[in-house]
Structure formats: C-alpha cells, structure tokens
C-alpha cells in the first residue's frame, strides 16, 4: 500500500521554529510537496522537492532524502498566521495526482 | 483573477437527490482533478483529466460522474447522494513549469446531505 505519515499536531510560540516530519512508503516517488490549508481555506502550494537537499523560500525550507523516503518542512520565525494544517504529499509517478499525508496542525501561540 | 474556481461553494441536499459542481480554471493547465477531505481533513484523489481524457479513476462509487468539456472546465455530477457524500470537494489544476510540481487547489464545495 501507500502510505504517509507526519505528525498529527505541534504546538509552538510566536518567533520558534518548527520542523514537522514526512516518511512516505510509495510504489513510485517522483517529488514531495508541502501544502497549506487554513481552516474553511483551500490547500495552497509551500514547495516541493524532487531532488535530495534543501529547498529553501522565505521563512519556509523543505529537504528530501530520497534513499531514506524522509522529508520535512521547517518553518522558521514563526508569526501567528502560520496557525494551519500541512500536509505532505507525494508524487508516485510524472503526471499523476498527489497522494497526501494526513496532515499536522500547527498551532502557534503569543 | 481566480486561477481555479467552482461553484457552489455550499450546497445542502437531500438523500437521493442528484446534484453538480462545477470548476474552471484559467491558467491554461492541461491536468485537472478532483479531491474529497473528510471530516478528518484527509484529502484523497477521486479523479484526473488530462486534456479532457480521464487518466486516474480511484476506487469511487459510480454514482460519481465526472466531466470534461474542455481542458478549462472539469465538473462533477453526483447521483442518487448518500449521508457518506458529505465533504468538502475540492478542484485542482497543475503544472509542472521549470520541473516543479505544483498544484493549484479551488476554494472547495461544502456538500452536506441530509
């Protein structure tokens, strides 16, 4: 089967950093995504990572390993806005659709 | 401009009702899709289109029809609504400019059957 697996909840304060964790077990791997999704929002696009290392944008890093079918988000000076759900989602195979983790909700207070 | 659209954004039915949902999308992407979360927030593929061709058809009742008129445009036909039905639906588009893969989510349609 396929299978994703993150951390169901983090707690952190305002100015932290996070780091919310991804194991994936796929038939096929073609890249990780980050999405997030404000409560009644839609899931927007963080990033996404094909290649083993570390992508880095604004407060927002993602890194892969590929030999280890590990990857994570790390967010960094957190603010209260962070406050959502991430998901993690995998691409098995070019042109297929994202087979998403179940999601962590992040929680950042003053 | 709204990159991916749908209407309704609500919709409260009946079982056994038959209803729709439409999306768009304005980017000019060619692979469209449609989502279910749950009342736990798992987002799971239903559908994919390619150019107006389905290319991924999940384990999904066929009481769920979708439709591509055009590479723009992928609705959602539901027949004969059951109380499980009841999420949120969202479309999305793609593209894979530059190598990245990145999706492109609508605002989602809140279906509750009663």
């Known amino acids: 089967g396929q299978s994703l697996e993150q951390p169901s909840e983090v707690t952190a304060v305002e100015g932290a950093i996070v780091q919310i964790n991804c194991t994936y077990q796929t038939s096929g791997f073609y890249g990780l995504s980050w999405y997030q999704q404000h409560d009644g929002g839609a899931p927007t696009f963080l990033s996404y990572n094909a290649l083993d290392g570390l992508e880095e944008t604004g407060r927002f890093s993602s890194f892969l390993s590929r030999s280890d079918s590990y990857g994570y988000l790390l967010l960094q000076e957190l603010q209260m806005k962070d406050s959502a759900s991430y998901f993690c989602?995998?691409?098995?195979?070019?042109?297929?659709?994202?087979?998403f983790g179940k999601g962590t909700t992040l929680s950042v207070s003053s | 401009d709204t990159a991916v659209s749908q209407t309704p954004k609500y919709l409260v039915t009946q079982m056994g009702n038959d209803k729709s949902i439409k999306c768009e999308q304005n980017l000019g992407h060619d692979t469209m899709y449609w989502y279910k979360q749950d009342s736990k927030k798992f987002l799971k593929i239903m559908f994919s289109?390619?150019?107006?061709?389905?290319?991924i058809n999940e384990t999904v009742p066929n009481r769920f029809s979708p439709k591509s008129p055009d590479k723009a445009h992928l609705n959602l036909h539901i027949n004969s609504l059951e109380l499980g039905d009841s999420a949120v639906y969202f479309c999305?588009?793609?593209?894979?400019?530059?190598?990245?893969?990145?999706?492109?989510f609508g605002p989602g349609t809140r279906l509750l059957v009663l």
């Open positions: 989602a995998v691409t098995g195979q070019a042109g297929t659709a994202l087979i």
């Open positions: 289109y390619n150019n107006k061709e389905l290319i």
């Open positions: 999305a588009s793609r593209t894979t400019s530059g190598g990245q893969e990145t999706q492109y």
